[in-house]
């Protein structure tokens, strides 16, 4: 009666009643042979509905699969016509998720996709890309419960990096000092412990990619002045300034030039130093921000490592302080360069841990630890989770519904983390055989190849972060923290109670649960286009194509810089897993330095913890000219101009900013001094 059958993807195909045959005998086998001696009557029976009911039609596949159920259910096959609806969901799970596959392979073939702002688009970069959303969509689908899943997806809450979900943790501060004094193995051979600064340099970098491989996240080294300077007394005290130049040269440049995750992207890399005011601490630390200085080999800008400055008066704050002269080169680097960023030893949270206290690029910040001893090295951030703000006071349009709403989403938050700290838990050492098998991760020291991870990773931190502080505040009570003192102490109030939650989370299940400002990378619009879509344009909230980060003001309201930091500083200390401020200047500083100086002085009387300088940075690629570039070079008239921005802590170029952080950049205003 049918001489063929249009399938969902338009094409025919043959009329085979076998098919339908295969499909009964296949439902009635699931549901334990219920009707596996009748194939042949039910097959026969569904045949018939169909000449009955679409003779001189065109015959769909949706139609045969449809009356197959009906006709299962009709004849008492309830148990079979259940197993072969479950098995035509199961199906149409697979197609959905081999057409998503397909639309975001196509957009990253395309370069209309690409969720973090230093992936390079080698072929290689692609490939993980698209093995990263292949690893996303089955753990969405597979692992996560629906309920942390549909939060995620309904844009109440953001579960970052979902691609590593079981597989590894975020960050680490790694113990430079150690790994040099023992020696490693980076997979295919044992490297001995180096004897010269230049050769302790190249190991640095290995350092930093061997592990950027077992992990998601940033590397960092927190006291890299305090390590090199140990080296150098122990194995070549004889170092001269101009070999260390050399060194700090060639790991700058090999830093900004070798690719982890088979080539995806330059490792994102952190260095603190300022804090050592030995003789080679000293050296060290002035021959690296000599390097940044200089620049890369046509004086290019250096993207990575980023360079954390920690400023601690009795070391550096002051003209008495033995390393003031290094914090004077600091400011004189961070005006051409953008970096170093500088963090604050003496701030009222920082202060009881002396100079341990070390941040990485994008503000994380690990110390607090009820699993072992509160030092940084070897430990860092486990995973994180973001919470929408301005989506959660759509909802609940009331402070007292929005504090409610609040409560109930930090424990949703927790919930998750708690997840993917279990699943987690089981990975193997060998697993991860940089960073378990080398013994990097704290608590790592006792463990076998075999051994599960999890006594090592509760050293880790778990961070709930959120987004959007200005924009809530807009929403409960029509003005952000810039403009109203209501406003400001309600936006305190909001991620105090953040805090306490995290603090709470922490002593019932005796982890590092943690509070974080999180830097909105990936996250950039993703909130807004959901919550637009479901409440249209408001505003000052999703009139934008972005929500602005964390406690930030919005980055186009205009106010003083030193206002602008009396107005953040304060949630520095709220914010233990992360924070980060910055002004915005319309040029280079670098003939300013006691602008930014002024600045930095004022963060610390206000009990920042840490903080940046921006300014536009452009170059031109073909001659080398930097400053404000419009449209073409003012030297060669060269078009090739690399437009350097900061986006979430670390420096990248603008080409590579998805469209929220576009809209952001673009919306960016001036912070006048």
Known sequence: ?????????????????????????????????????????????????????????????????????????????????????????????????RDELGDIVGAILEEKHCENANFSRSPA???????????????????????????????ELHIHDLDYYALTVNCLQIDLGRLLSTGFNPGHGFVRPPARLDEAAALAATIILSNQNDMFGGQSFPHFDRSLGEFIRARCPNTTEAEAAEAMAALVLTIN???????????????????????????????????????????ETPLFPNIVFRLKAGVNFNPADPNYDLFQLAIKVAGRRMNPTFSFMDAS?????????????????????????????????????????????????????????????????GRQLLHRFQILSHRQVQDLPFLMGEKIYAGSENLEPDDEIGPAIRNGTLAIGFIGLAEALVVLCGRHHGEDDEAWRLGQKIVS?????????????????????????????RFTMID????????????????????????????????????????HRLCNAGHISYVELPAAPEGNPAAVEKLLRHLAAHDAGYAGINF??????SCGHHGLIEDDCPV????????????????????????GKRAELAARVVHPL
């Open 1 to 97: 009666m049918f001489s063929c059958v249009i399938k969902r993807n338009g094409s025919t195909v043959a009329f085979d009643e076998r098919a339908i045959a295969r499909a009964v005998l296949l439902a009635t086998e699931a549901a334990g042979d219920e009707g596996a001696d009748r194939v042949a009557e039910l097959t026969a029976a569904i045949v018939a509905d169909l000449e009955t009911q679409h003779a001189g039609h065109a015959l769909g596949v949706e139609t045969i699969e449809e009356t197959i159920e009906f006709i299962l259910s009709q004849q008492g096959c309830r148990a079979a016509a259940h197993a072969y609806i479950r098995h035509r969901l199961e199906k149409e799970r697979v197609r959905e998720e």
């Open 125 to 155: 970069a692609k490939m993980q890309q698209i093995a990263a959303t292949a690893s996303r969509i089955y753990y969405t689908d597979r692992l996560i419960p629906r309920e942390f899943m549909l939060a995620h997806e309904w844009g």
């Open 257 to 299: 030039t070798m690719h982890s995750r088979a080539g995806g992207n330059v490792p994102f890399s952190s260095v603190n130093v300022g804090g050592d005011a030995t003789t080679e601490g000293r050296l060290v630390t002035r021959a690296l921000l000599q390097a940044f200085a200089n620049g890369l080999g046509r004086g």
């Open 349 to 413: 949270f920082n202060r009881a841990y002396g100079d341990e206290v070390s941040y990485m690029g994008c503000r994380t910040r690990v110390m607090q630890n009820r699993c072992g001893p509160e030092v940084v090295a070897g430990r860092g951030n486990i995973a994180a989770v973001t919470l929408n703000l301005p989506g959660m006071a759509l909802r609940t349009k009331s402070i007292a519904a929005f504090m409610t709403e609040l409560e109930r989403m930090v424990e949703l938050a």
């Open 497 to 525: 109670r953040i805090r306490e939650l995290t603090d709470e989370l922490s002593l019932r299940h005796q982890l590092n649960f943690t509070t974080y400002a999180t830097p909105a990378e990936g996250l950039s619009g």
């Open 532 to 571: 637009r879509e479901n409440v249209g344009s408001v505003p000052g909230v999703t009139d934008k194509g972005y929500y602005t980060n964390s406690f930030h003001l919005p980055v186009d309201y205009v106010i003083s810089a030193f206002t602008k930091i009396e107005r953040e500083a304060p949630f």
């Open 616 to 621: 536009p940075l452009d170059e031109c690629v």
């Open 636 to 659: 060669c008239h060269g078009r090739r101009i690399r437009r350097i921005r900061r986006v979430t802590g670390y420096l990248s170029t603008s080409d590579c900013f998805n469209a």
